[in-house]
């Protein structure tokens, strides 16, 4: 299980460093900036190819409209099915804390963190928004809207009776 530490900080960085709007217009620059390719851009988002050196070197983009809500990238392997979860799982904990050590050096501290098993890590910056989570088969990195993200953040209204 391959994680691109290299690859998923200097994404990191450049996202820090972009000068977002979030608008769809975005794409295109943030691709070429970063060496990746725009294999598709759809109504709902769109599918890019990176140059990061993973099992599945791609990413995906949603959106709303002409606003850009993330970008969730694979920045390791993707386990194979067949592997059982025991096998991976501390090759994922290693990948993901040699990340937070990477992140943490470039971006500072990270504004939350939440453990377990599906453990994520988020670095709340003025224009983006970035996240590491561990899943149980990857860990992804997402860079989000700092409006899609407050969007999300709001608590759900309470149901009244």
């Known amino acids: 299980m391959h994680v691109d530490i290299e690859g998923a900080t200097r994404i990191a ?13 975005d794409l ?13 851009l759809r109504q709902g988002g769109g599918s890019i190819r990176t140059n990061l050196h993973v099992s599945r070197p791609k990413a995906n983009m949603f959106r709303r409209n002409r ?6 990238i694979f920045v390791s392997d ?16 290693e990948g993901f804390t040699n990340l937070d050590v990477a992140f943490t050096a470039l971006l500072g501290t990270a504004t939350s963190a939440e453990p377990g098993p599906e453990a994520t890590m988020r670095w709340d910056l003025p224009k983006a928004v970035i996240t590491l989570h561990r899943g149980f088969s990857a860990i992804h990195l997402a860079l989000k809207s700092p409006k899609y993200q407050a969007w999300m953040d709001e608590p759900e209204p309470e149901d009244e009776d």
Do not use: N
């Open 13 to 25: 960085r450049l996202a820090a460093e972009f000068d977002w709007t979030w608008a769809v217009d």
């Open 28 to 40: 295109e620059p943030l691709c070429a900036q970063a060496g990746w390719e725009l294999v598709e």
């Open 67 to 72: 606003s850009m809500h993330y970008i969730s």
């Open 78 to 93: 993707l386990a194979d099915l067949g592997i059982p979860k025991a096998e991976v799982r501390p090759l994922l904990v």
